[in-house]
Every structure is written in structure tokens, then in C-alpha cells.
């Protein structure tokens, strides 16, 4: 293992990771706008991912054995991440895919409470401060105030599921998985997501393909940047210190950014400032737990 890059380097490299994960949601609104249903989407970005980390960890040698106590676990988080994943995308192909992703982004909050209920970590002052920011920042980009919210709440409502999904695979990561190997947990979770998302997407006729080239383009660029992503952001967290960390929730600023630029989804300047202030609590969130 080589060593740690600078703290420098290492928020670049996050930086174009968190850029790669939104660009996979813009290249699924456009496959989603084109023909292809959510269903293939996931079934596309889960089953490439898979095959990749299998890859990649068969190149570093990484042992694909699974203590038999961890399956029946590591296979209920696979489920959980099927369930974020057609949520997020729902959400996605319905709303700005920027709002999506911050409502989504409530995740680390929702998993902080959950680990609270548990008993797992004790209230602190500065994390109730945090998130109290960020769900003001979240109206604001919501456009609560402006009486709007009722034309967004159904794609809000699938991207806080997704959410409340993962915070419960961030919460079996963080305790009852965590001496699995990073990347056996991301291969097994998303091979699980494929199959039963592909089996339940047959069985009801989800399975839309794209109608056109584009939407092909939309589907295999999805999955792109979502590998490169992933297998980028392996091989650069252990060389990184846990606070450059933070330069990964740039995810949905790159996402108003892309979604601005290729799909035309425009948002207020209030919106742009609650996406900011959310955005901030969060890493604020992500600071202080460590």
C-alpha cells in the first residue's frame, strides 16, 4: 500500500469523484427521458459496478471469501441498496436530479438518529446544531416557502426513502459489516441489487429499453461514470486522512452544475444558497463525528 497523498491532491481526486456520481444522475435523466425505465437503469449501473470491483479486487488479490455468519446480513444490505437505488432514480426521473440528490443527502442526518436510537452514539450539541442547518438549507432549496412543493412531493418523498434505505446499509457498514472488505461489500451489495432488481423488473415488465441512441448513450454513460467512480474513490480513501473526506459532498454543487449545463434544469438563486447551506451542514455533520 502506498502512502498518504496530500491533503491537497487527495480533495482533487475526491472532487472528481464526487463529480463522476453526478454526472451518472444527469446521464440517467437523459437515458430515463429517452425510453429506458428506472428499473434498467439500476439494473445497468449495479450489474457494470459489480463486474468491475469483481475485477478489480481479482487484480489486487483480495480474497472473495465471506465468513457464513455475514451472508444472510451482507444479503439484506444488498436489498437495502436495491431499494435506494430504484428510489434515487425515481426520484431523478422525476424532479430536478440536484434536488433529488440533496433530499438524498439527508442520509448521514438519518443515520446519525438511527445510531442514537441504537445506542451506538450519544447526542452532542454540535451535530443537533448541524442538523438543524441543514434542514433549513433543504427548505430553501425545496422551495417550501414559495408554496411549489406540492409539484415536487412525490419525487421528494422516493428520495427520502432512498435515503432512510441507506442510512440503514451506512449504519451495517459501520457495525455488524465492517470487517468486510470495502470492496467485497460494494460488489456483493451490487450484485445483489442486479439480480433482484432485474427478477422483479421482469416479472412486472419494468424493463423498458431506450428508444434511441441517445438513451443507449444515457445508459452506458451512467454506468460509466458511476465504475469509475466507485473504483476511483477504493483505491483513493485509504490514502487518504479522514477530513479531506468531506470534499465528497461537492456531489450535489457538481449535479446543479451538470444538470444546468446538459438538461437545462435551472433552480432559483435562493435554491442555489439552501443547496449551499445543506451541502455545508453536512460536511459540518461529517466533521464532527470524527
Same mark, same amino acid.
Given at each position: 500500500?502506498?502512502?498518504?497523498?496530500?491533503?491537497?491532491?487527495?480533495?482533487?481526486?475526491?472532487?472528481?469523484?464526487?463529480?463522476?456520481?453526478?454526472?451518472?444522475?444527469?446521464?440517467?435523466?437523459?437515458?430515463?427521458?429517452?425510453?429506458?425505465?428506472?428499473?434498467?437503469?439500476?439494473?445497468?449501473?449495479?450489474?457494470?459496478?459489480?463486474?468491475?470491483?469483481?475485477?478489480?479486487?481479482?487484480?489486487?488479490?483480495?480474497?472473495?471469501?465471506?465468513?457464513?455468519?455475514?451472508?444472510?446480513?451482507?444479503?439484506?444490505?444488498?436489498?437495502?441498496?436495491?431499494?435506494?437505488?430504484?428510489?434515487?432514480?425515481?426520484?431523478?426521473?422525476?424532479?430536478?436530479?440536484?434536488?433529488?440528490?440533496?433530499?438524498?443527502?439527508?442520509?448521514?442526518?438519518?443515520?446519525?438518529?438511527?445510531?442514537?436510537?441504537?445506542?451506538?452514539?450519544?447526542?452532542?450539541?454540535?451535530?443537533?446544531?448541524?442538523? #438543524? !442547518? &441543514? /434542514? @433549513?438549507?433543504?427548505? =430553501?432549496?425545496?422551495? $417550501?416557502?414559495?408554496?411549489?412543493?406540492?409539484?415536487?412531493? %412525490?419525487?421528494?418523498?422516493?428520495?427520502?426513502?432512498?435515503?432512510?434505505?441507506?442510512?440503514?446499509?451506512?449504519?451495517?457498514?459501520?457495525?455488524?459489516?465492517?470487517?468486510?472488505?470495502?470492496?467485497?461489500?460494494?460488489?456483493?451489495?451490487?450484485?445483489?441489487?442486479?439480480?433482484?432488481?432485474?427478477?422483479?423488473?421482469?416479472?412486472?415488465?419494468?424493463?423498458?429499453?431506450?428508444?434511441?441512441?441517445?438513451?443507449?448513450?444515457?445508459?452506458?454513460?451512467?454506468?460509466?461514470?458511476?465504475?469509475?467512480?466507485?473504483?476511483?474513490?477504493?483505491?483513493?480513501?485509504?490514502?487518504?486522512?479522514?477530513?479531506?473526506?468531506?470534499?465528497?459532498?461537492?456531489?450535489?454543487?457538481? #449535479? !446543479? &452544475? /451538470? @444538470?444546468?449545463?446538459? =438538461?437545462?434544469?435551472? $433552480?432559483?438563486?435562493?435554491?442555489?444558497?439552501?443547496?449551499? %447551506?445543506?451541502?455545508?451542514?453536512?460536511?459540518?455533520?461529517?466533521?464532527?463525528?470524527?
Amino acid at each position: 500500500m502506498q502512502g498518504k497523498v496530500t491533503p491537497g491532491t487527495g480533495i482533487v481526486i475526491l472532487l472528481g469523484v464526487a463529480t463522476a456520481f453526478a454526472a451518472n444522475h444527469v446521464a440517467a435523466r437523459i437515458a430515463f427521458d429517452h425510453g429506458a425505465s428506472v428499473a434498467t437503469g439500476v439494473v445497468a449501473r449495479a450489474a457494470g459496478t459489480a463486474l468491475v470491483l469483481l475485477l478489480l479486487m481479482k487484480i489486487q488479490r483480495v480474497t472473495l471469501f465471506l465468513p457464513r455468519e455475514l451472508r444472510g446480513r451482507l444479503f439484506l444490505a444488498g436489498v437495502l441498496v436495491a431499494v435506494q437505488s430504484y428510489c434515487l432514480y425515481s426520484a431523478v426521473a422525476l424532479i430536478p436530479a440536484a434536488l433529488a440528490l440533496l433530499v438524498f443527502q439527508t442520509c448521514p442526518m438519518l443515520y446519525v438518529l438511527l445510531s442514537w436510537a441504537m445506542g451506538k452514539e450519544a447526542p452532542r450539541p454540535v451535530t443537533f446544531a448541524a442538523m #438543524l !442547518l &441543514a /434542514l @433549513a438549507g433543504l427548505a =430553501l432549496a425545496l422551495d $417550501v416557502r414559495a408554496g411549489k412543493f406540492s409539484e415536487i412531493a %412525490v419525487g421528494v418523498a422516493w428520495a427520502f426513502a432512498g435515503a432512510v434505505s441507506f442510512a440503514f446499509v451506512y449504519y451495517m457498514n459501520s457495525h455488524s459489516l465492517k470487517n468486510v472488505d470495502g470492496r467485497l461489500r460494494t460488489c456483493v451489495m451490487t450484485a445483489v441489487t442486479a439480480v433482484l432488481v432485474f427478477g422483479g423488473g421482469g416479472v412486472a415488465g419494468a424493463l423498458a429499453l431506450p428508444g434511441d441512441l441517445i438513451g443507449w448513450s444515457g445508459i452506458a454513460l451512467l454506468t460509466i461514470f458511476y465504475c469509475i467512480a466507485m473504483s476511483s474513490l477504493f483505491f483513493v480513501l485509504p490514502r487518504l486522512s479522514a477530513s479531506s473526506t468531506a470534499a465528497l459532498n461537492f456531489e450535489p454543487i457538481a #449535479l !446543479l &452544475a /451538470l @444538470a444546468w449545463i446538459f =438538461l437545462g434544469q435551472a $433552480v432559483t438563486p435562493l435554491q442555489i444558497i439552501g443547496a449551499f %447551506v445543506t451541502v455545508c451542514a453536512i460536511a459540518w455533520l461529517g466533521v464532527s463525528k470524527k
